[in-house]
């Protein structure tokens, strides 16, 4: 039995989809399939149900996967301690980045600068909130499993093109864009829950013509008259052109925390890290 081994059953487990878990490792799925079957027949169990279109774990798999889990959690503090007990910021830092990816980003390169001994992986959506350092979202984390503190509390706006009819009102409300064209990031993220949680206190579904993955094109998008977007103002702060007004909308907000798992050594990389990135944050506020 090898290390690799625990690791790929852990994020199978997780994903439940041996395809998946072969994306994250960079390895052909049979590799995954074969490591588990190795591992299923090592032990002397079924570690997962399969059925002809689903992939589910065992009761044993269950079982298995919670002692694995733990030890692989022990084993990366462990490792982490280690790095800094030699009194030098090291390691490598695991960071799953969902909101305030531009000013994050900054604090990343800042941070490597000083700290080229430490290396990052990064993941802006997918995975087990478990398995990273740090969490930057807007989504509330149990907090049972994790510690929190706000990063940013921001203002939202209203971003349009310039010969938008609404960029001539002087105060706009949510149920002014009810026959609007909405462009927003993909189902699921921060900018897209905004749009509903807004237009639905209005009293409607926005009418979504528009949804990319690539902030790139929603801007494009607007500059182009192709509709408006409800967005965070500070994180998405110099990113338009002289083409794109803003407008304020009502007082709403969007609250970014950072989280860190309870059960989790805090590195000394991991520290730093955040203070760099709160100061950062006040910096640009």
Avoid at 83 to 99: A, F, Q, Y
Wanted: charged residues 30%; hydrophobic residues 35%.
């Amino acid at each position: 039995m090898e290390l690799l081994w625990l690791k790929y059953f852990c994020d199978a487990a997780q994903t439940e989809n041996f395809s998946e878990t072969a994306r994250h490792y960079f390895v052909p799925p049979s590799n995954i399939s074969q490591t588990i079957k190795k591992l299923e027949k090592e032990l002397g169990i079924e570690l997962f149900d399969r059925t002809k279109n689903k992939l589910t774990l065992s009761t044993g798999g269950r079982i298995y996967y919670e002692g694995v889990k733990r030890a692989l959690d022990q084993l990366e503090s462990t490792k982490a301690a280690l790095s800094d007990s030699t009194g030098i910021i090291s390691g490598e830092l695991r960071l799953k980045v969902c909101t305030n990816r531009r000013i994050v980003t900054k604090a990343i390169e800042h941070f490597s600068e000083l700290y080229p001994s430490v290396s990052f992986r990064i993941r802006h959506e997918g995975g087990q909130d478990s398995d990273f350092d740090i969490i930057i979202t807007d989504t509330e984390l149990d907090s049972d499993r994790f510690e929190k503190k706000l990063l940013i509390n921001e203002k939202v706006g209203l971003a349009l093109n310039r010969k938008n009819p609404l960029a001539e009102k002087e105060n706009i409300e949510p149920c002014d864009l009810s026959s609007e064209h909405f462009i927003t990031m993909h189902e699921g993220s921060s900018m897209y829950r905004l749009a509903k949680r807004i237009c639905s206190q209005a009293g409607f579904e926005p009418n979504i013509a528009i949804c990319t993955d690539d902030p790139l094109y929603i801007r494009k998008y607007i500059e182009m008259g192709l509709g408006i977007s409800i967005f965070p103002i500070f994180s998405w702060k110099g990113q338009f052109s002289d083409g794109v007004m803003l407008k304020n909308i009502g007082d709403f907000h969007r609250k970014t925390y950072i989280y860190h798992p309870k059960n989790r050594y805090i590195s000394r990389a991991s520290s730093v890290f955040k203070e760099l990135l709160f100061k950062m944050v006040e910096n640009e506020l």
